[in-house]
């Protein structure tokens, strides 16, 4: 039991950070917060995300060209132009990891505006960090696995956040159904979507990309949406004013 509820635990934490810290503020700024706070989520994100934290300025400037490019060429992970899931993961590291090392310069316009903690994002993206937090999770199997089959899962633990945004980016853009036509491939992929936190309602999501809220139909719940209304009431977090 204890290893189910780590790995229920560490999924979801780690992907409402995902969602809320790297995709809804520093790729899109859905809402505005004090320095504070965004170093107390920026703190957050990297322990709960862990061995696959993801640096909040590369994440932004890749996902600000996945938007501008869905399914074209240009498009870092679009699934309509890599053979497999595992192709397409391989691609998006590259892209990710120029934008880490800043050896690729992006257009103006998806550059700039994109919350930076030198400190976290060195230690975060390091080797050592990465090794660490692995290290962590298998001693933490080792003395609370019960059956064998349950180390299985360790893998998924040490590459969680690449393994979470392939999942998006390839079911969110080529199953389910859409709503809208964003002259793209973007899918709403219900009822899996709860399971990603409302991060496969992508056809909604190109149509508003500056919407807090993802679900768009009575049916499409967007679970991360009303703990964003909870913080914006808490004056946490200040939502855009179209939310």
């Known amino acids: 039991m204890p290893i189910l509820i780590f790995f229920i635990a560490h999924w979801f934490?780690?992907?409402?950070?995902q969602t809320f810290f790297q995709h809804r503020y520093a790729s899109h700024r859905m809402f505005t917060t004090s320095k504070g706070w965004e170093r107390a989520?920026?703190?957050m994100a990297y322990v709960f995300e862990g061995s696959s934290f993801l640096n909040?300025?590369?994440y932004a400037m890749m996902h600000r060209e996945h938007h501008a490019y869905s399914d074209t060429e240009k498009d870092p992970h679009s699934p309509h132009f890599f053979t497999d899931v595992f192709q397409m993961m391989k691609a998006t590291i590259i892209t990710f990891r120029d934008h880490l090392k800043r050896t690729k310069d992006p257009e103006a316009r998806f550059a700039g505006d994109c919350p930076e903690w030198p400190l976290i994002d060195r230690v975060g993206s390091s080797i050592v960090s990465r090794l660490a937090f692995g290290a962590l999770y298998t001693?933490?199997?080792i003395a609370f696995a019960t059956h064998?089959?349950?180390f299985l899962l360790l893998p998924i633990h040490f590459l969680m956040g690449p393994l979470q945004g392939a999942i998006v980016n390839w079911c969110g853009h080529k199953y389910g159904y859409s709503n809208f036509d964003n002259n793209d491939q973007s899918k709403n992929t219900t009822p899996f979507d709860f399971f990603m936190l409302g991060e496969l309602f992508q056809n909604n999501h190109h149509r508003y990309p500056n919407s807090a809220n993802f679900g768009n139909k009575w049916f499409e719940i967007d679970p991360v949406y009303p703990v964003m209304r909870l913080m914006h009431r808490l004056r946490i977090i200040k939502l855009r004013k179209n939310y």
């Open 13 to 17: 934490l780690s992907l409402f950070f």
């Open 139 to 141: 001693w933490f199997y």
């Open 148 to 150: 064998w089959w349950m």
């Open 56 to 58: 909040p300025r590369a």
């Open 41 to 43: 989520f920026y703190l």
